[in-house]
């Protein structure tokens, strides 16, 4: 009989490319113990549901403003205005929302039911040697229900893959590596006070997790967020190299940063902590790629096809 252990996800993002081998199907988590200034699914930062507002769609019916039980939702000049702070995430007004323009991010399904849905995708996954990718957030924050759903695709031959930050305990991922065909695993920063400043954690359980996976000898593929006056400048690239060759990882992928998530925030009623930054020029990558190469690294030259979006609603 199946455990039906239930999860939180914000989508199903059907022919991904760039998450795995083939053609595949990305289930973004909610949650993540991260908080990246440049993080572009903000919404997957939660583990709660949460309100995403377009304000785009709206065509001014006021419908929220009728049915929010808080009075959190106000007529204002151009639209209706929301008070965060009497907001109590009860979502009736994305279910009466006639245009759209207010959705939930966030969704629970039991183990089985997402299995049932993924396995629609099966045929695409056989002809193109895909087949499942989770990402989030971050996987792991709901290791329960991620190892319940491996285990169902695992029993019906789905390749299965896992984008993680390495930011959990040495038993869940060590659990997860052991039913999953490939980890993508995204090292963000090397540097312990840059990790905490940068992402609100400590780097040092990420590099020890990545350290004993390595000596595992799982299928794993290291990527590194490339972020502009972040970790690019030459003593950032060196010392990554350093520890990533002291690991005996010489191969890496380069996730370039974009702002393509820069306008979920708005979204979300957040503020973006790098508004303005530029995306990379080829010149720039070419001056990371001479730096790493340099230092005994390879760059995985595809993976700056993968720029750093998992476009969620990522």
Not at 77 to 106: D, R, Y
Request: net charge neutral; proline share 4%; glycine share 10%.
């Amino acid at each position: 009989m199946v455990i039906k252990i239930e999860g939180t996800i914000f989508n199903i993002q059907r022919f991904s490319l760039h998450d795995g081998p083939g053609i595949r199907t990305t289930v973004f988590l909610k949650g993540c113990p991260l908080n990246c200034i440049w993080c572009q699914n903000p919404e997957g930062i939660s583990p709660e549901p949460l309100l995403i507002r377009q304000q785009q769609k709206c065509i001014g019916c006021y419908s929220c403003v009728k049915q929010c039980p808080q009075g959190a939702v106000k007529k204002g000049p151009s639209g209706p205005l929301v008070n965060q702070e009497l907001c109590g995430n009860c979502f009736l007004c994305s279910e009466f929302c006639p245009a759209g323009a207010v959705e939930k991010a966030g969704q629970t399904k039991n183990a089985l039911e997402l299995v049932t849905e993924l396995l629609k995708d099966r045929l695409v996954f056989e002809e193109s040697g895909g087949g499942v990718t989770f990402s989030g957030g971050e996987p792991l924050m709901q290791p329960e229900f991620l190892l319940e759903v491996l285990k169902l695709l695992k029993q019906e031959g789905v390749h299965t893959a896992i984008e993680t930050c390495g930011y959990t305990s040495w038993h869940n991922l060590v659990n997860a590596a052991a039913l999953t065909d490939l980890i993508l695993y995204d090292l963000k920063l090397i540097d312990e006070d840059q990790s905490k400043k940068y992402t609100g954690v400590s780097s040092k359980l990420i590099l020890s997790n990545l350290k004993k996976l390595v000596s595992l000898n799982v299928n794993l593929h290291v990527r590194m967020p490339l972020i502009k006056g972040i970790n690019d400048d030459i003593n950032s690239l060196e010392k990554a190299a350093a520890s990533l060759q002291e690991m005996g990882i010489e191969k890496i992928e380069l996730i370039p940063y974009h702002n393509f998530g820069e306008a979920k925030y708005e979204k979300i009623g957040r503020d973006y902590g790098l508004k303005g930054l530029s995306r990379y020029s080829d010149a720039d990558l070419q001056k990371v790629r001479i730096i790493l190469s340099k230092a005994g690294i390879m760059i995985n030259r595809e993976g700056e096809l993968n720029d750093y979006s998992r476009t969620g609603s990522h």
